[in-house]
């Protein structure tokens, strides 16, 4: 630059020749010295443009002068205002070669103008088409700076730099024409101008100032705008912060966010050198964080080194700055973000309280971009994580296997696990939902403890987990299985009791078992199926597959079954314990399917609660017993039965209805009919909060209690419950004649069963000496070998015909009762 000023140094001093008074030139060193204090700074990245009203002065100092001592004067006035602003020695060189510069250019193109007496206005035409060039060069040459040094910048920025050449440069050098005629005209016309001119410069600086408040505005409105196109990705908030760093010009800028969901905190780096940390917004007792996000200021907070206490300035210096705007950002994790702005990249403009202003109005933008980001994360994080234990669910695993898949599709290797609470749905039956919630989130909280800490844990549905493990051979992933198991078997307070925790497992292996997540979740499967009756722990073998398949068919084949008769039912007889009367006989289904032979209870029963079918299979073995019932009757005997009910039964809204439709259809009356409920169906949450209880025992019918004692409940439970009567369970039966223990829990049973007016029925009799003693504790009703078999329909009729006799009809009854014959 000094290079190309050079030549127009030697021009002014050859065209030199004017003599001119001392007073003169330090007049006009004062005059450009105000005039170049009346400025509208134009930032373009790190370079400041002054567009100043100094082209009046220009023309008056070049009537009144040569242009060298106006080069002089002038470029005197810059190194003075340089000086001050602390402007670094190459930029003021720069700034003075300039003005050399265009004071030559226009003394160059004045020379070859025909430029004659100043009242000539041939005179006023050749200054403008001087000066306004020589403004245009300076301008052109400020921007080849900005380009060589920072790039190109942009056509708005352009336009921004040449609008003073169009507009504030001519009405200038009007001004300074017509100062010049006055002057010209008299010396005393320079009372009248002064303050005319300290007017129009005030004016000007007035105008300078609106117009960077406009401009601050619309770049506001331009920062919404490029705020509200930010995509909600890991890269929206380094978007939001390039767009803070844009707007005000800032050499860095900071934006530290709390942690949310499943990401940490971060701290988010936007640096005129390029660096991605620094020290002091990331710090939760850095004075200044501290002080914008603690609430007790309105607004930005402003820090400048000029003003800056002793523990203000050590702040600055930590981060190594001389001016700071920091603001506090509204996120969704409650914890408030953290946003500062670090010096402005121009050497000549500092942060003021017109940018604190204007980061008040961003700031707005910013928090709505960011809740705005956290609420799609929090979308994404929810289609993905489970609600209840926040552990990935079942798509996020299934990404997750097909990521670690794809990675290595040659040599990948992984082990998936698939557990499964055991008592989850007794869990559930017998203490309600909340519970079993509870006991989801102790199991998910030991499996994240005890699995290994490469692995993914994840929740499926319903009481299943997954453990994903990365780089296991199948080997490898069985021993992660057991130790898994065995880490996780322990008891746990769950809703006010201790409970047992132990899971069955199914493992499958990547490339073994499968080569995508569908593949091998679906083996982990069949596996887990196996492993609950395989010690806990069971490995995908395709010969499961064919198990896996049979309970698939089992599932669609279930109501062709019923309707084909391959469903049917069993009684088994139920005596009064002191007069041997028959007194109903228990209805059992059974299931003799044409190619899998006998298919057990339990597991047709499960199957038929999982696919929904419980509600026809339990209707189907209702028809079978009163319709057996009713043959009774029509033989003028009086025999009831008991049908066992599902709790999923119990939830069905209808249930009721079916029942009282039933006991139409057959014309039995209801007090002919049990309903044997297990103990935990009677004590959920919601049986106990609806009607389901009362409306079935208004029908006429008994309702009792099944397998007592080896649940959750208690009698005490039962005094709020329309129960008749409980059956004890066997397992307390069938040890009565050797363990004191068991006959202990049986009398106490009894006993506690009457004193709230209950019936009780012993299951499991299998021999006269058992008989006896529930007879002497006073066991109202036996069941069991000792009395019979469960029997088909035809058999229970020759049983029937062999082993009981007729009473007659007590006082009062319509119908006759059989008793077994001794």
């Given amino acids: 630059m000094s290079a190309l000023a050079l030549p127009f140094v030697v021009l002014l001093a050859d065209v030199a020749g004017r003599s001119v008074q001392p007073w003169t030139v330090v007049a006009f060193f004062a005059a450009f010295l105000v005039a170049e204090s009346l400025t509208l700074p134009i930032e373009v990245r790190s370079h400041t443009f002054n567009c100043s009203v100094s082209e009046a002065v220009l023309v008056v100092s070049l009537v009144q002068m040569d242009g060298a001592w106006t080069a002089v004067a002038w470029a005197g006035a810059i190194g003075v205002i340089s000086v001050r602003d602390r402007t670094v020695v190459a930029k003021i060189l720069v700034n003075i070669a300039v003005t050399v510069l265009q ?54 920025r352009l336009a921004r730099l040449f609008v003073p050449v169009l507009v504030v440069y001519p009405i200038s050098v009007v001004v300074g024409l017509a100062c010049s005629l006055l002057v010209d005209h008299t010396a005393w016309a320079w009372l009248l101008l002064v303050p005319v001119l300290l007017t129009l410069g005030l004016l000007y600086r007035r ?58 905190p971060r701290l988010v780096v936007v640096s005129g050198d390029g660096r991605t940390w620094y020290d002091g917004p990331g710090d939760p007792d850095d004075l200044i964080r501290r002080r914008a996000t603690d609430g007790l200021v309105d607004g930005p907070v402003l820090v400048s080194l000029s003003r800056a206490t002793e523990p203000e300035a050590a702040a600055l210096a930590r981060r190594g700055v001389r001016d700071l705007l920091a ?12 946003l500062e702005i670090c010096d402005r990249r121009s050497d000549v403009v500092s942060f003021a309280d017109d940018d604190r202003a204007a980061l008040d109005s961003m700031i707005t933008h910013v928090n709505a971009a960011i809740r705005q980001q956290q609420l799609l994360t929090q979308i994404r994080y929810d289609a993905d994580h489970d609600r209840l234990t926040g552990l990935p669910n079942r798509q996020r695993l299934a990404a997750e296997i097909d990521a670690l898949l794809a990675a290595d599709p040659v040599a990948a290797r992984g082990g998936l696990i698939l557990a499964a609470l055991d008592n989850y749905t007794e869990v559930t039956d017998t203490l309600g939902h909340a519970a079993s919630d509870e006991l989801l989130l102790v199991t ?241 949450d919601s049986v106990r909060s609806s009607t389901v209880l009362a409306d079935l025992h208004a029908l006429g019918l008994r309702l009792s209690m099944d397998d007592f004692g080896t649940g ?19 397992s307390f039966v069938l040890g009565m004649s050797t363990s004191q223990g068991e006959s202990f829990i049986a009398r106490s049973i009894i006993e506690l069963a009457h004193n709230l007016g209950l019936r009780v029925v012993a299951e499991g009799v299998e021999d006269e000496l058992t008989r006896n003693l529930l007879a002497e504790m006073g066991c109202d009703k036996l069941q069991g070998f000792l009395v019979s078999r469960p029997l088909p329909d035809e058999r229970l009729e020759s049983w029937l015909l062999a082993r009981t006799g007729v009473r007659s009809a007590a006082p009062g009854a319509p119908h006759r009762r059989l008793f077994v014959r001794t």
């Fill in 103 to 156: 004071v030559g250019v226009a003394v160059l193109i004045l020379d070859q103008l025909p430029a004659g007496p100043l009242s000539d206005p041939g005179t006023w035409l050749a200054y403008l088409v001087a000066i306004l060039p020589a403004a245009a060069v300076g301008t052109l040459v400020v921007v080849a700076a900005i380009t060589i040094t920072q790039g190109n910048p942009g056509r708005a």
């Fill in 207 to 264: 105008f300078a100032r609106v117009t960077r408040e406009s401009e601050s505005l619309q770049q506001v409105y331009e920062f919404a705008r490029r705020v509200e196109q930010v995509c909600a990705d890991e890269d929206g908030a380094l978007r939001i912060v390039e767009a803070v760093q844009e707007l005000l010009n800032a050499d860095r800028v900071a934006l530290w966010l709390p942690p949310y969901l499943d990401e940490g």
């Fill in 327 to 338: 603001a506090p950002v509204a996120t969704a994790a409650g914890e408030p973000g953290y």
């Fill in 444 to 684: 998910a909280g030991l499996l994240r403890e005890h699995a290994p800490p490469q692995a993914l844990v994840a929740r499926m549905e319903g009481e299943q987990f997954a453990v994903l493990l990365p780089g296991l051979s199948l080997t490898a992933s069985e021993r992660a299985a057991r130790r898994l198991r065995e880490a996780t078997s322990t008891r746990a307070r769950v809703a006010g009791l201790d409970l047992e925790v132990t899971l069955s497992i199914g493992v499958a292996a990547a490339p073994v078992h499968g080569a995508d997540a569908g593949t091998l979740m679906q083996r982990a499967d069949v596996a887990l199926l196996a492993g609950s009756g395989a010690g806990g722990v069971a490995s995908y073998h395709p010969v499961l597959d064919q198990q896996s398949l049979r309970r698939l068919q089992l599932g669609t084949e279930l109501e062709q079954a019923m309707a084909e008769g391959q469903i049917s039912v069993v009684f088994q007889p139920i005596i009064d314990a002191r007069t041997s009367d028959i007194v109903s006989v228990e209805t059992l289904v059974r299931w003799a399917h044409p190619r899998y032979g006998a298919i057990a209870p339990d597991d047709f029963i499960h199957l038929a609660e999982q696919i929904g079918r419980i509600g026809l299979l339990t209707d189907h073995v209702l028809d079978l017993a009163l319709a057996r019932c009713r043959r009774w009757l029509d033989q003028d005997i009086a025999l009831s039965v008991a049908v066992n009910l599902s709790a999923r039964c119990l939830t069905e809204p209808d249930l009721v209805d079916r029942v009282r439709r039933a006991l139409r259809r057959h014309g039995v009356p209801g007090e002919l009919l049990t309903l044997e409920l297990t103990e935990g169906s009677v004590v959920d």
């Fill in 712 to 730: 959750y409940s208690s009698l005490s439970q039962l005094r709020q419950l329309p129960i008749d009567e409980v059956k004890i369970d066997k």
